[in-house]
C-alpha cells in the first residue's frame, strides 16, 4: 500500500531557514503503528528519496498525534539563490508513492 | 489622565484575588486581514491581553534585507486599527511583535507610522511602548571574537565582514524585553523582530503562572485557530490558570480537539517536544491534551527548564545583487526533450556576447516547471506536454541583468538544436516584454546563536505619548 493511501496528512515546511520538516498523520492507530513498524520511513529510505546523507534525516515518533516526523537539512538557505520552495511546502508529494 | 493599561492589569492582579488570565490571539499575521466576527467575539469575552504577530522568517531574505513589508499597506493599516480600537476600548494592552514582517528598523518605522497616523484619524490618546529589534553589530563583532556566536543547523562559522555586510541585523527579543515595556506603563507595544512566544508569555510570567504552561500556550496562539479543525486565521481565545490552559476559537466552525491542538506542535518545527526560547525552553514530553468539550481543549503538563544563559538568534540579510527573469513556455516535445543540452548551449552563446568588454559578473540559472522546478527531476517521470522556462540572472547592476536575460531570450527563442522541426521559434511568450526587473536579491547570511554579556543593552524601549 502507498503512504498516500495509509496517512491522513502528508506535508512539508521549513523548521528555520536551514531545515526540512515533513509531517505524516494518520487518522487511527493501526495506520500509524503499521508504518511505524514499517522500514518505509526510516532514515536510508528517506536519505535515497530526498538525495541527502542517512546520517543528517532526524526521524520522531509522536504518538500523541500518531504522526511521523521526519527532519534534514535543506540543499541551501531558504530564499538563497537557486532555491526553488522558500517556504519548503513542496517538497511532500515524494512521499505519496512510498510502498509500506 | 487614565492608567495605562499594563499597569491595570499587573495591579488588579496585585490586588485582586487569583484568578484566570484571558489572552487573546487576535492574528498569527498581522496585515493579512483579521476576520471581524471572530475578533468581536473574543472581545466580548473580556481579555486580558491582545497579542498579534507580525512576522516571521518564513517569507525569505528579501523583506528582512531590503526593509520593505510583505503585507500591503490597506490591509496592514486595516488590520492595525482594528486591534487597536479593540484594545483601548477595553483598556487592555495591545502587543504586537516582530512589525512590520521582518522586524528591523524601517519595518518597524513603517508600522508605527501607521500606528501614529491611525490614533491621529481617531483621535485616540494611549502611551505607546517601542521596543528596537535591531542589534548593534558592534556587539555581535565583539562576540565573533569572544567566539560567542554559533551557527544554527549548520550554518557557516560568523566572520566579521559578514556581521558588517548585513543590511539589517536583528535578533528575537524575548520576554525581558517586553516586561521592561510592562513595567514602563503603556498601552500599546510594538516591537522589532521577537519571539512570536514572548508576545503572549511575558504577562503571564509577571503575574507568576508557570512558565512552561504560558509558552506552550503562546506558540499555540500566536497562529490564532490555526491549532483547530478545520485551522484558519481566526482569534482564538486561550484561558490559563496555575495547572492548566484552555483554548477555545472565536470562530463557531473552528474546534480546538485535543489531536489538532497536539498536532499543531508538530508545526514547523524541528523537535515537536521542545520550544527553545532565550531563556530556557518548554519541554513537551508530559504535555497532556483533553477535551472540555467539542470546542475546547485543555493542555497541561509542559515543563519549564532554564537555561544557564540567555542568549539571542540573531538573524541577517545581505545583498547578492540585481535581479532580472524571463518568463517563457515551451510545447515541442523535441525541445522539452533536449532542454537539457540547449539551455547550458545557449548559456554558452550569451556568455561569449555579453562579456565581449566585460567580465562574466553574473550568475544565470533555468528552473524549468514540469520537470524539476520545485523539486529534483522524479526518475522515470513521463514527459510533460508543456513545461514553463523560469530564467533568471543575477547581476551587479540591474541594467546587466536585464542585458544578459535579454539576450537569453532571444538566442533560445531561435536557438538550432539537434533534430529541430520547428524553425519558427523554441519558445512561447504569454505577452512581451517576457522580461522583468526584479529589484535587489538578498540572502540570508546570519542566523546565528550568540551569548553577549552586553544583553541587557539589546532591544531598548522607547515609550511615547499620543
Given at each position: 500500500m502507498s503512504l498516500a493511501q495509509l496517512a491522513q496528512v502528508i506535508r512539508s515546511k521549513n523548521a528555520g531557514p536551514r531545515t526540512t520538516t515533513l509531517d505524516v498523520i494518520f487518522a487511527n492507530e493501526a495506520d500509524f503503528q503499521r508504518v511505524r513498524t514499517s522500514s518505509a520511513l526510516a532514515p536510508p529510505n528517506v536519505a535515497r528519496l530526498y538525495d541527502v546523507l542517512a546520517q543528517d534525516v532526524r526521524v520522531i515518533e509522536v504518538p500523541d498525534c500518531r504522526a511521523i516526523k521526519i527532519t534534514f537539512p535543506r540543499k541551501l538557505t531558504a530564499g538563497d539563490p537557486g532555491d526553488r520552495d522558500v517556504y519548503g511546502a513542496q517538497q511532500h508529494a515524494r512521499l505519496f508513492e512510498v510502498q509500506v | 489622565m487614565t492608567q495605562p493599561a499594563t499597569q491595570r492589569i499587573l495591579q488588579s492582579f496585585a490586588r485582586g484575588p487569583r484568578r484566570p488570565l484571558r489572552i487573546l490571539g487576535a492574528s498569527g499575521q498581522l496585515g493579512y486581514g483579521i476576520p471581524t466576527p471572530a475578533?468581536?467575539?473574543?472581545?466580548?469575552?473580556?481579555?486580558?491581553?491582545?497579542?498579534?504577530?507580525?512576522?516571521?522568517?518564513?517569507?525569505?531574505?528579501?523583506?528582512?534585507?531590503?526593509g520593505n513589508l510583505a503585507t500591503a499597506p490597506g490591509q496592514t493599516r486595516r488590520d492595525l486599527r482594528k486591534v487597536m480600537a479593540g484594545a483601548l476600548r477595553l483598556r487592555v494592552p495591545l502587543v504586537i511583535g516582530t512589525a512590520g514582517s521582518a522586524g528591523a528598523k524601517p519595518h518597524l518605522d513603517k508600522t508605527l507610522a501607521l500606528v501614529r497616523q491611525i490614533g491621529r484619524e481617531e483621535g485616540w490618546h494611549f502611551r505607546l511602548g517601542v521596543l528596537a529589534g535591531d542589534v548593534d553589530p558592534h556587539i555581535v563583532r565583539e562576540a565573533v571574537r569572544a567566539g560567542t556566536v554559533t551557527g544554527i543547523d549548520g550554518m557557516p562559522e560568523l566572520t566579521e565582514d559578514e556581521v558588517l555586510a548585513s543590511t539589517h541585523l536583528v535578533g528575537q527579543m524575548?520576554?525581558?524585553?517586553?516586561?521592561?515595556?510592562?513595567?514602563?506603563?503603556?498601552?500599546?507595544?510594538?516591537?522589532?523582530?521577537?519571539?512570536?512566544?514572548?508576545?503572549?508569555?511575558?504577562?503571564?510570567?509577571?503575574?507568576?503562572?508557570?512558565?512552561?504552561?504560558?509558552?506552550?500556550?503562546?506558540?499555540?496562539?500566536?497562529?490564532?485557530?490555526?491549532?483547530?479543525?478545520?485551522?484558519?486565521?481566526?482569534?482564538?481565545?486561550?484561558?490559563?490558570?496555575?495547572?492548566?490552559?484552555?483554548?477555545?476559537?472565536?470562530?463557531?466552525?473552528?474546534?480546538?480537539?485535543?489531536?489538532?491542538?497536539?498536532?499543531?506542535?508538530?508545526?514547523?518545527?524541528?523537535?515537536?517536544?521542545?520550544?527553545?526560547?532565550?531563556?530556557?525552553?518548554?519541554?513537551?514530553?508530559?504535555?497532556?491534551?483533553?477535551?472540555?468539550?467539542?470546542?475546547?481543549?485543555?493542555?497541561?503538563?509542559?515543563?519549564?527548564?532554564?537555561?544557564?544563559?540567555?542568549?539571542?538568534?540573531?538573524?541577517?540579510?545581505?545583498?547578492?545583487?540585481?535581479?532580472?527573469?524571463?518568463?517563457?513556455?515551451?510545447?515541442?516535445?523535441?525541445?522539452?526533450?533536449?532542454?537539457?543540452?540547449?539551455?547550458?548551449?545557449?548559456?554558452?552563446?550569451?556568455?561569449?556576447?555579453?562579456?565581449?568588454?566585460?567580465?562574466?559578473?553574473?550568475?544565470?540559472?533555468?528552473?524549468?516547471?514540469?520537470?524539476?522546478?520545485?523539486?529534483?527531476?522524479?526518475?522515470?517521470?513521463?514527459?510533460?506536454?508543456?513545461?514553463?522556462?523560469?530564467?533568471?540572472?543575477?547581476?551587479?547592476?540591474?541594467?546587466?541583468?536585464?542585458?544578459?536575460?535579454?539576450?537569453?531570450?532571444?538566442?533560445?527563442?531561435?536557438?538550432?538544436?539537434?533534430?529541430?522541426?520547428?524553425?519558427?521559434?523554441?519558445?512561447?511568450?504569454?505577452?512581451?516584454?517576457?522580461?522583468?526587473?526584479?529589484?535587489?536579491?538578498?540572502?540570508?547570511?546570519?542566523?546565528?546563536?550568540?551569548?553577549?554579556?552586553?544583553?541587557?543593552?539589546?532591544?531598548?524601549?522607547?515609550?511615547?505619548?499620543?
Open positions: - | 475578533f468581536e467575539v473574543g472581545l466580548a469575552r473580556e481579555p486580558d491581553l491582545i497579542g498579534c504577530d507580525m512576522g516571521s522568517i518564513d517569507p525569505g531574505p528579501y523583506y528582512l534585507g531590503s524575548g520576554m525581558d524585553a517586553f516586561r521592561r515595556a510592562f513595567e514602563a506603563g503603556v498601552d500599546i507595544v510594538i516591537a522589532g523582530r521577537a519571539c512570536d512566544t514572548a508576545i503572549f508569555s511575558t504577562l503571564p510570567a509577571m503575574l507568576g503562572f508557570p512558565l512552561g504552561l504560558a509558552v506552550h500556550m503562546a506558540k499555540i496562539i500566536e497562529c490564532a485557530s490555526l491549532c483547530c479543525l478545520p485551522g484558519g486565521r481566526d482569534t482564538i481565545l486561550a484561558t490559563l490558570g496555575d495547572e492548566s490552559f484552555e483554548l477555545e476559537s472565536m470562530a463557531p466552525q473552528r474546534l480546538a480537539t485535543p489531536l489538532s491542538v497536539a498536532a499543531h506542535s508538530l508545526y514547523e518545527q524541528a523537535d515537536p517536544y521542545s520550544i527553545v526560547e532565550p531563556e530556557g525552553r518548554a519541554d513537551l514530553r508530559e504535555a497532556r491534551y483533553e477535551a472540555v468539550d467539542e470546542r475546547r481543549t485543555r493542555v497541561s503538563g509542559a515543563r519549564w527548564v532554564a537555561a544557564p544563559e540567555r542568549s539571542v538568534k540573531l538573524e541577517g540579510a545581505r545583498i547578492v545583487g540585481e535581479r532580472a527573469v524571463l518568463l517563457a513556455g515551451a510545447a515541442d516535445p523535441r525541445f522539452i526533450a533536449q532542454h537539457r543540452e540547449i539551455l547550458p548551449a545557449v548559456a554558452k552563446v550569451v556568455r561569449g556576447l555579453v562579456c565581449e568588454e566585460a567580465l562574466e559578473d553574473y550568475s544565470l540559472r533555468w528552473r524549468v516547471y514540469g520537470i524539476d522546478g520545485v523539486t529534483d527531476a522524479q526518475p522515470g517521470a513521463p514527459s510533460p506536454a508543456e513545461v514553463f522556462l523560469l530564467i533568471e540572472c543575477i547581476a551587479p547592476t540591474p541594467a546587466r541583468a536585464e542585458e544578459v536575460v535579454r539576450t537569453f531570450k532571444q538566442y533560445l527563442l531561435h536557438f538550432g538544436y539537434a533534430g529541430r522541426l520547428s524553425t519558427g521559434g523554441n519558445i512561447a511568450f504569454p505577452f512581451t516584454p517576457p522580461e522583468l526587473t526584479m529589484g535587489t536579491a538578498y540572502r540570508f547570511n546570519v542566523y546565528h546563536i550568540m551569548h553577549t554579556p552586553r544583553f541587557d543593552e539589546l532591544f531598548p524601549l522607547t515609550v511615547e505619548e499620543l
